[in-house]
């Protein structure tokens, strides 16, 4: 715990720059979210400028929200940048499952090596193969439901593979941590998952260990959902007490409101 805690002061004073490749409904709140809890984000997609981006910056987020043909050629040029300089980069499959659009995009990004893949349960399940139906970007399956894919992913692509959802699953080769916190009306505000994707961005920009970062960066989504929920009465609310408790969140509080377990 004290491990996780003390990332979130690192996070803080480092203030890494994290690229995010991202769709058009989060841009806004991604951007704001990584300020908040410490970071600089910059969000670029241009490709005469994606390789130098990736160059300068301290991770990378493909977010494929609101894919098109420019946007995924970017995301690959990104990606594939990221893969051959070893600068670690997160994959949010948005939407996988949905469309064999989506799927085939998908399919290319993961030659490039993820550190890190961070999706719902019905996305890790549709990326590992497993037969589902997507309703969308919206999980119609528990994370307990994705576990075993999200194992199974993890030993297939060599990333840590976060489950977002009621409990929060951070999973590598040999380890499983566990992140109960946050609350249910997380789901009515739109781009908490792609939050919950920037946050590991910046975290893999500050500490090599993947899983570590992954799990802080769950606990920290999940802590502050916990604190806004407290002080909220709808989404509309929650979003912004999001932001407060993200930037007001210091490391005792952030520890002992944590739960974590590596069952
Ligand atoms: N029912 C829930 N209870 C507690 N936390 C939740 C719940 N649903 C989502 N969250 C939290 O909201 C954030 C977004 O997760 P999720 O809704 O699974 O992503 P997505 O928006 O990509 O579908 C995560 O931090 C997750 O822990
Ligand atoms: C609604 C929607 N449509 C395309 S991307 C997007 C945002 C999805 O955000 P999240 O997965 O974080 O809920
Ligand atoms: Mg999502």
Not at 6 to 24: E, F, G, M
Not at 127 to 151: H, Q
């Amino acid at each position: 715990m004290e491990q996780i805690s003390a990332l979130l002061t690192r996070l803080k004073t480092q203030s890494p720059l994290v690229q995010s490749i991202t769709n058009y409904v989060v841009m806004n709140n991604t951007a704001n979210a990584l300020l908040a809890a410490g970071a600089s984000p910059i969000m670029a997609h241009a490709q005469p400028e994606v390789k130098d981006m990736v160059n300068i910056v301290g991770a990378l987020v493909v977010n494929i929200g609101t894919l098109d043909e420019y946007w995924s050629e970017s995301m690959l040029q990104a990606a594939a940048h990221a893969y051959t300089i070893q600068k670690p980069w997160l994959l949010d499959p948005v939407g996988a499952g949905a469309t064999p659009y989506r799927n085939e995009l998908l399919s290319k990004l993961l030659q490039f090596q993820p550190s890190v893949i961070r999706g719902n349960a019905s996305e890790i399940m549709s990326l590992a193969s497993v037969n589902i139906k997507s309703k969308g970007v919206d999980s119609t399956n528990s994370s307990d439901e994705a576990l075993e894919a999200g194992t199974q992913l993890s030993k297939q692509t060599g990333a840590v593979v976060v489950i977002s959802g009621e409990v929060d699953y951070i999973i590598d080769r040999e380890r499983i941590a566990k992140v109960k916190n946050g609350n249910a009306i997380m789901s009515k505000v739109t781009g908490l998952g792609c939050t919950a994707s920037a946050l590991t961005g910046a975290m893999i920009a500050i500490e090599k260990d993947r899983f570590l970062a992954s799990t802080a960066a769950m606990a920290l989504m999940g802590v502050a959902g916990d604190i806004a929920a407290e002080k909220a009465n709808g989404p509309g609310t929650l979003q912004l007490h999001f932001y407060d408790a993200l930037y007001n969140l210091k490391s005792e509080e952030f520890e002992e409101r944590m739960i974590v377990s590596y069952p």
